[in-house]
């Protein structure tokens, strides 16, 4: 048994929010309250984050460079911690957690980069698979997990393929299997689309959006206004160490400054 729920070795077990408390189905997916982080002294990057974000929602976060998306991110991940403050996600206190509990939070939180950070001589399968890992399931319900993910980002069929040879829209696609492969509760992606054309870059918006409408929660980091733009969505806007929350998403003019709906 984990310290957050029972045991994990079949499907339903590996859904959103099964290993965190019971009660956390009724609240928020994620809160942010009051979060201070700064990496020197006398300069604080978040400088008192309020933030809730629902179950099923698909909210952007945006804002400068510099601004702190990157780390409003990995505050969640735990790969860096809070000063001060406390963020809620399926009833846990991620800041509080110990290290031995970090496995059990990146179980229920898929990451997505802007480098896809693959490994470039494993093949496809081998990338993907590599997020099951922890789970120590049998090596055929591995081969259908993977099947399946490689099949929602529209790579069937390449898993025996390096990563290394693949275009950066398809490495970016077996990025996003990895993430999703284990059924997180929440999908994170910084800069997802950051190295890809134009175009790609929509496509993978597209996809970030099939695997939201399947129910999971996505919390997307750009600054590209086209992506913004695309669809009226909330947005977050992270600037000064406050978000500030834009319920029907934001227009960018030509000088890219945000213009927020009065
Ligand atoms: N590990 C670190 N050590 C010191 N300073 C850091 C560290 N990580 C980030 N910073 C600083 O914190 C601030 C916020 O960085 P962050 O990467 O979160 O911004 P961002 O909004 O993601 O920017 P971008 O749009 O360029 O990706 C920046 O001033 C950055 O230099
Ligand atoms: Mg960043």
Redesign the pocket.
Known sequence: MSRFDGPFAFRPALRAGARFSREAKDRPILTFESVFK???SG?P?LRGVHLTIERGEFVFVT????????????LLYRS?TVDDGRILFLGKDVARLKDDAIPFLRRNIGVVF?DFKLVPAWSVYENVAVALEVLSLPTRLVRTRVGEALERVGLSGRGDDLAGVLSGGEQQRVAIARAIVGEPALILA??PT?NLDPQLAIDILGLFEEIHEGGTTVVF?T?DRTLLEVRPRRVVV?DEGKALDVPQGIAIDSDDHYRLPN
Request: proline share 4%; no cysteine; aromatic share 4%.
């Open positions: 700064s990496y020197r300069s990057v804002g400068p460079s510099g601004a702190g998306k990157s780390t409003l991110l990995r860096e802007q910084d800069e950051g980091a600054h992270l």
